[in-house]
């Protein structure tokens, strides 16, 4: 081979291993700050629940969501805050101490009368009962959630 054929594999090579490298630290980065969150994003959401007057709560509908087993459990988030947020991450609703939750990882919100729990792509999954869930998926009073080692379900 000629001198140019190596000095050529030689820059492919160190560029695929930079690329590699800084890869990686965007995933460490992100995993241990989260991702980032727009500002106007967060403003638009809080002046649009300062405008909607309180709806009262009706028989059979849920108002919160409740950790009812494990390390945090008796923490809750009202569903009028919705979308609420669960995870490790510092903007989360429902934030929990557990290695087997990811920064940002479920969501529940709502559709007209109905509730949904989405996962957000985490690592280790989000279940109802024993199915891991891959797409929003109703949630009714009662329905166990488990993420990581912690249980949540809808109260009224």
Same mark, same amino acid.
């Given at each position: ?6 000095? $050529? ?12 490298? $800084? ?28 405008? !909607? ?18 390390? #945090? ?7 009028? !805050? ?9 903007? %989360? %609703? ?15 919100? %709502? ?12 690592? #280790? ?13 109703? $949630? ?11 249980? $949540?379900?809808?109260?009224?």
């Amino acid at each position: 081979m000629s001198e140019l054929t190596l000095f $050529l594999i030689r820059i492919a090579f160190l560029a695929i291993l930079w690329i590699f490298v $800084l890869s990686a630290v965007s995933v460490i980065r992100s995993d241990i700050f989260g991702a980032r969150v727009p500002d106007t994003g967060r403003g638009a959401v809080a002046v649009k629940q300062r405008k !909607q007057p309180k709806a009262r709560a009706r028989k059979g509908v849920p108002t919160h969501v409740l950790v009812v087993e494990g390390p #945090n459990a008796g923490e809750r988030a009202e569903l009028a !805050q919705a979308p609420v947020l669960i995870g490790r991450g510092t903007d %989360a %609703a429902i934030r929990l101490d557990d290695d087997y939750v990811s920064t940002r990882h479920a969501r529940i919100a %709502a559709s007209g009368d109905q509730w949904f729990v989405e996962d957000l792509g985490s690592t #280790n999954g989000t279940y109802i009962g024993t199915v891991r869930i891959s797409q929003p998926t109703t $949630l009714t009073l009662g329905t166990q959630v488990r993420i990581g080692k912690t249980i $949540l379900e809808l109260r009224k």
